[in-house]
């Protein structure tokens, strides 16, 4: 980490040219990635990465950025310079900047725990668990052909300073593992899989042992073997809190990111005050939330992680911002600015979004719905934000027979319209199930969690069998 002497000389030599803001991103992070296929080690890989990335803002949210993997304080007061010197031969005053400038520690948002680090853990150790959790995958079903799983995890420390004197820092561990199962039959093919995954050390598999996700995930695997084709068609949809927030990630989470919508390019652009899902629907975005992938106790500008309010009762009330789109909407910041890592520039994204909990016993959500699907687990996605059209592919579902669930069924869809499905929401659960993954934008990836409660979509566009 650097001084509050160098950050404050970087900060004086960027400003120098006429900018109006600018900030340090500091990081040093030491990722360990680890392969098991087919009983074997396949892949460890690890290493230490440093660096540093220097933005200058100056005109009309113009922007500049630098970058250095050398942390010397020449290499790092040269690249203040150069940006200086960009806005200078641009907009501003060539040495209008402050002539010091005095930072001052923040408070995080949320203060996280991390009592079993991933380097306190022999990899023998890590190996060993792995290797256990693939051997009892294997052995759920002869079908099963074969099992991957994928262990990550990282300390990344960060420390960040800006020209309005704020200087933050913290230090995020992530821990991941994925277990994917593969199970085939008379030429049939199916997969399972199921993450363990958060802002957590290695103590995370205490509460969410590896060996039941790799039991889960073979045993979803074998199972689709038997099951029949999904019946396409309209029909009611019941999502269980199980299936985690994916639909609500992909149909309204990156519509409400304040770069997004300012550029016209949400369907949710221009309607804060309007409603935009059901009045049994709130979102919230919540960075707070202690163990979960997407938290943090400052976002990486600086800002003080927080819970946001985005739609209440139905009505949108506010965007995820990070400090450019924020200043160009004229709305405070939410603490959402985010980079993949130094090299990359901040922006507006998603940290933990879920609806809200809602007033509905979830057994009656599902008592309540004579026939339908019953999702309970979600695959991958896709969704245009600017008209809101989306596809969700369903990895585990049941038809519903008498309001209960019935046979397991394979290769349904989910298609139709995000506002629209939001506003025919009409029963909402009081429980809330999360998942995990690594939302891509930009060319960027960063931790996330979403969640929803076991909610009920009277009627949903479901590909299978006989759709189309």
Not at 147 to 152: P, S
Not at 211 to 216: G, Q, S, T
Not at 274 to 299: K, M, N, Q, W
Not at 439 to 444: P, S
């Amino acid at each position: 980490m650097l001084s509050e002497d160098l950050l404050s000389d970087i900060l004086t030599l960027a400003l120098a040219g006429g900018g109006s803001y600018a900030d340090v991103f500091v990081e040093q992070k030491s990722p360990l990635s680890i392969v098991v296929e087919d009983s074997s080690v396949e892949r460890i890989s690890t290493g230490q990465v440093a660096g540093v990335g220097i933005r200058l803002i100056f005109g009309e949210h113009r922007v500049a950025y630098a970058v250095s993997n050398d942390m010397s304080p020449d290499a790092l007061k040269e690249a203040a310079r150069s940006l200086a010197r960009m806005a200078s031969s641009g907009e501003g005053d060539e040495g209008s900047g402050p002539s010091t400038l005095d930072l001052k520690k923040a408070r995080p948002g949320a203060e996280f725990d991390f009592p079993v680090r991933p380097g306190d853990v022999d990899i023998k150790d890590r190996l060993s668990m792995m290797l256990e959790a693939d051997r009892l995958a294997r052995a759920v079903d002869p079908a099963i052909r074969q099992v991957r799983l994928v262990y990550r995890d990282m300390a990344q420390s960060v420390q960040i300073a800006n020209s309005e004197g704020v200087l933050a820092s913290e230090t995020r561990v992530h821990t991941l593992c994925m277990v994917q199962a593969v199970a085939e039959r008379d030429g049939v093919v199916q997969t399972g899989s199921r993450p363990v995954a958060g802002l957590r050390g290695f103590d995370i598999f205490d509460d969410e042992p590896l060996h039941e996700a790799a039991l889960e995930a073979a045993g979803l695997a074998a199972r689709l073997l038997g099951a029949r084709r999904a019946p396409g068609g309209r029909m009611p949809v019941v999502i269980s809190s199980e299936a985690g927030g994916t639909m609500i990630h992909e149909a309204i989470g990156h519509g409400l990111e304040g770069d997004l919508a300012g550029q016209g390019l949400s369907k949710f652009s221009g309607k804060v005050g309007e409603l935009v899902a059901s009045p049994l629907v709130s979102v919230v975005d919540d960075a707070t939330l202690a163990g979960r992938r997407g938290s943090y106790g400052f976002d990486d500008e600086g800002v003080p992680s927080r819970r946001t309010v985005l739609v209440r009762d139905g009505v949108l009330v506010s965007f995820m911002h990070d400090r450019i789109s924020a200043a160009r909407a004229g709305q405070p910041l939410t603490g959402n600015g985010r980079r993949e890592s130094y090299l990359k520039r901040p922006i507006p994204r998603m940290s933990n979004t879920f609806i809200a909990p809602g007033p509905d016993d979830p057994a009656r959500v599902l008592s309540e719905t004579p026939e339908g699907l019953l999702v309970r687990k979600m695959g991958g996605g896709q969704v245009n934000t600017v008209n809101g059209d989306f596809v969700f592919d369903v990895m585990e579902g049941y038809m519903i027979r008498d309001g209960k669930p019935g046979e397991l069924v394979r290769g349904a869809t989910l298609t139709g319209n995000g506002p629209e499905a939001l506003m025919a929401i009409d029963m909402v659960g009081s429980d809330l199930g999360f998942s995990i993954g690594t939302c891509g934008k930009d060319a960027q990836g960063v931790p996330v969690s979403d969640a929803m409660p076991t909610l009920r979509i009277p009627e949903l566009v479901v590909g299978g069998e006989h759709s189309g």
